[in-house]
């Protein structure tokens, strides 16, 4: 497409349950990254992708925030058992090959996920 | 590890007045440069980047030059207009690639 999509773009959710999360990147975009910003946090890394591999998971909260990609295209992020602390903004990003330091990463509009 | 450090906001003024938004960064390597803004409600959207020392990135009459030997990245804009009120990123790319280290952000708010 022409640029990354990311869906719900709102999601509300009830602590305790399960949510997924869904990024589309530009065609032809080998690497995604994920990324949460939390009012007055800025924004933080939780995982990238080269391919349908993700070397790097180091970012991810806790063990109940998992990514997959599939084709080397889609990619989910799935939160299980909702806390009030998971809401935030999350960001899906795409770019050429995790290794172009010089090539920028395209972002989506994000999805705002609130658990009350 | 790598780090960018930016102004924080809020940062405001007056339509027509001087911008400059300052960055420094920490990186091994020969990093690319970056500054995103993102509108309210929207997501981050690329405004100008620079890949080596004295590279000068511009983009809507903004403009940042990559300064090595003070290791900074500030932005710039002459003249600035209600519609450029948003959050702007700084953000580095390191040799390793592994994605964008960014700052914190500065809220810019433009009075008329």
């Known amino acids: 497409g022409a640029g990354v999509s990311q869906s719900p773009s709102n999601k509300v959710t009830e602590k305790g349950k399960d949510v997924e999360l869904r990024c589309d990147p530009i065609?032809?975009?080998?690497?995604l990254y994920w990324y949460r910003q939390s009012l007055g946090q800025g924004l933080e890394f939780l995982i990238y992708?080269?391919?349908?591999?993700?070397?790097?998971k180091s970012g991810l909260p806790s063990d109940r925030f998992s990514a997959e990609r599939t084709g080397g295209s889609v990619s989910t992020l799935t939160i299980q058992r909702t806390q009030q602390e998971d809401s935030a903004v999350y960001l899906c990003?795409?770019?050429?090959?995790?290794?172009?330091?010089?090539?920028?990463?395209?972002f989506g509009n994000g999805t705002r996920l609130t658990v009350t | 590890g790598d780090s960018v450090t930016q102004m924080e906001g809020p940062v405001t003024l007056s339509e027509e007045a001087f911008l400059t938004i300052n960055c420094t960064y920490t990186?091994?390597?020969?990093?690319?440069l970056f500054w995103y803004v993102q509108y309210p409600g929207e997501g981050l959207q690329l405004l100008l980047k620079?890949?080596?020392?004295?590279d000068k990135g511009s983009n809507k009459g903004f403009e940042a030059t990559y300064r090595k030997e003070t290791t900074s990245f500030h932005l710039e804009k002459g003249s600035v207009q209600v519609s450029d009120s948003a959050v702007y990123f700084c953000?580095?790319?390191?040799?390793?690639?592994?994605?964008?280290?960014f700052g914190k952000g500065t809220h810019l708010i433009i009075q008329p």
């Open positions: 953000a580095l790319r390191g040799g390793g690639a592994d994605g964008l280290t």
């Open positions: 990186a091994t390597g020969y990093p690319s």
């Open positions: 065609s032809g975009h080998t690497a």
């Open positions: 992708f080269q391919g349908n591999s993700a070397p790097d």
């Open positions: 620079a890949t080596k020392a004295d």
């Open positions: 990003a795409s770019s050429f090959g995790s290794q172009q330091a010089h090539s920028p990463l395209h």
